[in-house]
């Protein structure tokens, strides 16, 4: 059977090979599995904003971004239109990521608090930035379909990490449930009824038998991995105060904490 092409359904699914985040990433940005994300995130490209108008748009699938030995993975949802979608940076050049790379600075996870553009210098620390959905929705929303298809991107970057990682904070509902099917195909053992998304939820899960990880590295036999719930960082949440910086930053002290990244600097 031939290898699927880049606008083919089964391409995603070929991620699951990939060895390393680099190949990951390099996968990825050719994929054109979704017609209707293609053509939104391609059409918004054109037409640009006014403010971006002499700027030459991404319009890409979008990368993970951030330490490739993490302890703490970020689980957005997906890029916006005229954020990541532009920039080619997860949570970069909104009003989200100015929320979340600020958080992220005040805790020494960051070298920077903003984020506009992929050669703007900002590094993380001990912190990954990943996404169940690459390309930007219309209207902030994927299908379901969608989201299936793009479901491998997620799973292999999380395995990719799964050496390093203690702790993921889901980034809203569909973050939350996304990252627990993936962390349940990988055997992982989530609780049933399962956990249900709020800001400031807890679940640590537990995994019975090694992890597959980069370069061959797994994670042992009864290792942890906790999952923290935070409303997503939404201009939505964020401008009505349903997400406050001190809420986020709650949930980061609690990431860090059980992450084992020491003082802050």
Same mark, same amino acid.
């Given at each position: 059977?031939?290898?699927?092409?880049?606008?083919?359904?089964?391409? %995603?699914?070929?991620?699951?090979?990939?060895?390393? !985040?680099?190949?990951?990433?390099?996968?990825? &940005?050719?994929?054109?599995?979704?017609p209707r994300l293609v053509e939104w995130r391609e059409e918004v490209a054109r037409t640009k904003r006014a403010a971006f108008r002499d700027e030459e748009y991404w319009a890409r699938p979008v990368p993970g971004f951030g330490d490739e030995r993490a302890g703490i993975a970020v689980v957005g949802l997906a890029p916006a239109a005229h954020g990541a979608n532009r920039t080619g940076r997860m949570f970069t050049g909104d009003r989200s990521g100015e929320f979340l790379f600020a958080a992220l600075h005040r805790f020494g996870l960051a070298?920077? %608090?903003?984020?506009?553009s992929r050669d703007d210098? !900002?590094?993380?620390?001990?912190?990954?930035? &990943?996404?169940p959905v690459r390309c930007a929705p219309p209207a902030n929303k994927p299908t379901p379909d969608e989201?299936?298809?793009?479901?491998s991107y997620l799973a292999r970057e999380l395995e990719l990490l799964a050496p390093t990682v203690r702790v993921a904070v889901a980034l809203g509902q569909i973050g939350?449930?996304?990252?627990?099917?993936?962390?349940?195909?990988?055997?992982w053992a989530v609780p049933r009824p399962r956990p249900r998304f709020a800001h400031g939820a807890e679940v640590t899960l537990r995994h019975s038998a090694p992890v597959p990880g980069a370069g061959g590295r797994g994670v042992p036999p009864g290792a942890g991995l906790t999952v923290l719930g935070s409303f997503h960082v939404s201009q939505q949440n964020t401008f009505t105060g349903r997400l406050t910086p001190r809420m986020l930053d709650d949930v980061l002290v609690r990431a860090r904490e059980l992450a084992g990244l020491g003082a802050l600097p």
């Open positions: 059977m031939p290898s699927p092409g880049p606008d083919d359904d089964a391409y %995603p699914a070929v991620a699951r090979t990939a060895p390393t !985040l680099a190949a990951l990433e390099e996968h990825l &940005v050719r994929c054109r599995a979704c070298n920077q %608090p903003v984020a506009v210098g !900002l590094e993380l620390y001990g912190v990954r930035v &990943v996404a989201r299936r298809r793009c479901s939350w449930n996304a990252l627990l099917d993936a962390l349940a195909e990988q055997g």
